[in-house]
Each structure stands twice: as structure tokens, then as C-alpha cells.
């Protein structure tokens, strides 16, 4: 009998535990963004309704949260110390109530530049692909505009496109607290497709 249970024990393969990855976007997504799109000095940091305690109840429920976003021209056009302040400060608020973010990648090419790195494209988070512990099948990606659930498309998950205050955007129709009450539940991730299909009906730019 021993010999039997050694024998299974020794057949099962060490099973590796994955975990989702909520990838978010962060101007319009986490923090408003502000008419002129950028977010450099302390008095433009606003949160987004709900979002504090649906990524806490997220994160609580096994989800790791990335940050990918596009930073037109930081560096450039604004300064890395005016990003950086208000950009901490977002960062330890949402520390302060549990809210950890297991990566933060950010581009800061233009547009027309084509950068690989840039959304859509998934140049920043292409090497994920390759990492055995995450499970790609309850991953989503989070934002505001059409390009964020290309980039869903493009890595092969699924999207949540928000509800947006900026008529210019008007891309989808989710708000933080039914994101975290659909994930909870186990519900299955909206395909990115559907979520692009259903942003051009509503007449968002491309
Ligand atoms: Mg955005």
C-alpha cells in the first residue's frame, strides 16, 4: 500500500499555481484625465469612482495588477519630476489601502512614431508571454480608450472598457464596481473583440 502511494505521489507532477493579471491603464482608467492629458502636478490627481476598493477587492481575490500606459512625450514635452510627483502620490494612496501593483510599464514615444513598445502594440509585456505562472485566461486588460482593448486583443485576453466623461472617448460602458463584482463572481472576461465591436458602435475613434 505504501509502495502504491509512493508510486502516485511520484507520477503527479508538480502543479504550478498561476494567477491572473489584471493589466490597467492609468490616465482615465485610475486617475481622471485632465483637458490638456497630462497629469503633472499634484493638484490634476483625481480618482476614478470605485476604483480604490475594486482593485483592493481584486487584487484580494488573486489577481496581480500591472499598470501599462502611454506618456506621450514624458521626458520631452513634460519633465520626469513632474510626472513622478503626482504619480508616487497615486501610487502610495492606493498602497495605503492594499492596493500593490506588481509592475508599472510605461511608454513615452509618440504616436506616429510606431513605437513596438506603445499601445496597442505589446512590445512592454511581450516577455509575459513566456512566464508559465500566469493564467492568461482570466487576464484582462482595464482602460478608457479603443487602443487599450487592441492591446487585449493583440496579447490575446480579454477587456473591460470603462465608461468615459470625455465625449471625445465614449468607448465603453463599464464602471470599477461592476469590473470587480464581474471578476468575483468568476464571470468569464469579455473578448477584446467584442469590446472594439462594441466601442465603434458607440462611435469611438479608432
Ligand atoms: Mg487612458
Excluded at 509512493?6 to 499555481?17: D, L
Excluded at 476614478?48 to 476598493?53: A, E, R, T
Excluded at 501593483?101 to 510606431?114: A, L, N, P, S
Aim: contains cysteine; glycine residues 8%.
Amino acid at each position: 500500500m505504501q509502495k502504491t502511494q509512493a508510486q502516485t505521489s511520484n507520477a503527479v507532477e508538480p502543479k504550478i499555481k498561476k494567477r491572473p493579471i489584471l493589466f490597467v491603464d492609468r490616465d482615465g482608467t485610475l486617475i481622471k484625465e485632465p483637458e490638456d492629458y497630462i497629469i503633472d502636478s499634484y493638484h490634476k490627481l483625481r480618482f476614478l469612482p470605485g476604483v480604490i476598493i475594486a482593485l483592493s477587492q481584486i487584487q484580494a481575490a488573486g489577481w496581480d495588477i500591472v499598470i501599462v500606459t502611454n506618456q506621450d512625450g514624458l521626458g520631452e514635452r513634460y519633465s520626469w519630476d513632474d510626472f513622478n510627483g503626482p504619480h508616487e502620490l497615486m501610487l502610495e494612496i492606493f498602497a495605503s489601502q492594499g492596493v500593490t501593483f506588481k509592475e508599472v510599464f510605461i511608454d513615452t514615444t509618440y504616436r506616429h512614431q510606431g513605437a513596438h513598445t506603445r499601445k496597442p502594440e505589446i512590445g512592454l509585456v511581450a516577455h509575459l508571454k513566456d512566464d508559465p505562472t500566469i493564467d492568461w485566461e482570466r487576464s484582462a486588460m482595464v482602460g478608457d480608450r479603443i487602443t487599450d482593448a487592441q492591446f487585449a486583443e493583440n496579447l490575446g485576453i480579454g477587456a473591460f472598457l470603462l465608461a468615459s466623461s470625455d465625449p471625445n472617448l465614449h468607448c465603453g460602458t463599464w464602471v470599477w464596481p461592476q469590473i470587480a463584482q464581474h471578476l468575483l463572481a468568476g464571470h468569464p472576461v469579455p473578448k477584446a473583440q467584442e469590446e472594439i465591436a462594441a466601442a465603434k458602435d458607440l462611435g469611438a475613434q479608432v
